[in-house]
């Protein structure tokens, strides 16, 4: 196939004179280089497009691609991560990972734990909180976890997002919502295990790649995945692999996770974070369905090194779930040429 990349690199954008915070979702050029190369490796043809703005001039041109793999997380508005997408929807191109719908609810909390809980699925108590006057009108006692309600990476989180005195809850709220400039997610803090779990496939098809466990280490940030401690895993977090065969609440996490891919609507990979309450209940946290790609830094990476799955053979995966969506022909015209 000839595949596209779509893609925001942080170097760019931090030659442009956007923060560290700001970009902090976006790829790193290593990562893009292993994308590309894992494609080449698996026999298609690749072309670099860059962000959204890149991609309007391309498509203006008259550019075309059989498929595009895209990680581009978008800089600006509640549905950023969706722009590629609902772009690439029409021009009738397909492309890697959720469509715009799924891309814009997910990217929202609180609009995902909404319908996670609709669905009958375990997540813990929650509230959204605009101004820092509505603090008071959260329903359930502290201790809470406060964070930005449209946020990847970590970011807004850190040691003071856990609130153990209701006293503290509107200061908290107010200095996220004038940092981040959006509404905060006030959550019951769960004090348990936390996990991550590694999804890939769509609907019916989609299966866990495995689980592991998030330890955060001396060094950490204490009791929260937090910014800092995602940015400096390395050295700050270890990552165990759990066996759900004979750890029952692994077994649990896993299942929570996979029954909120498909009620979400989540396609071809990604990643849903549980942690558990002080009972050892696991409840759903998040989904992230635009999960980081980067060969040794990101949490499915390294999932995939944990039980054994080369990163081609990810990338091999991923683009094989979004060519079910080609269309007919094109998927015909492409066994015709692999055969």
Partial sequence: ??????????????????????????????????????????????????????????????????????????????????????????????????????????????????????????????????????????????????????????????????VRRRADLAPTCAELIDGFRQPVLVERFLAGREFTVGIVGTGARAEVLGTIEVHLLASAEPEVYSYVNKEQCEERVVYRRVDPAVDALAAEAEAISLAAWRALGCRDAGRIDIRCDADGRAQFLEVNPLAGLHPAHSDLPIICGHVGLPYVHLIGRIVASAAERMPRESRRDEHRRCA
Avoid at 80 to 87: M, N
Avoid at 141 to 162: D, M, N
């Fill in 1 to 162: 196939m000839y595949i596209g990349l779509t893609y925001d690199l942080r170097s760019q954008y931090l030659a442009e004179g956007y923060g560290e915070v700001e970009t902090a979702e976006f790829d790193r050029d290593d990562t893009v280089d292993a994308i590309d190369s894992a494609l080449r490796a698996l026999g298609h043809r690749t072309a670099r497009i860059g962000h959204l703005r890149d991609l309007v001039a391309r498509l203006a041109a008259g550019d075309r691609w059989d498929l595009v793999f895209n990680i581009a997380e978008g800089m600006h508005g509640i549905g950023r991560e969706a722009q590629v997408p609902a772009l690439l929807d029409g021009y009738g191109i397909p492309y890697t990972f959720s469509d715009p719908l799924v891309m814009s609810l997910t990217l929202h909390k609180a609009m995902t734990k909404r319908v996670v809980r609709d669905a009958g699925i375990a997540t813990s108590e929650f509230a959204v909180v605009a101004h820092p006057d509505e603090a008071a009108a959260v329903a359930f006692a502290p201790p809470y976890f406060v964070k930005p309600v449209a946020e990847g990476t970590g970011k807004g989180i850190t040691p003071r997002s856990i």
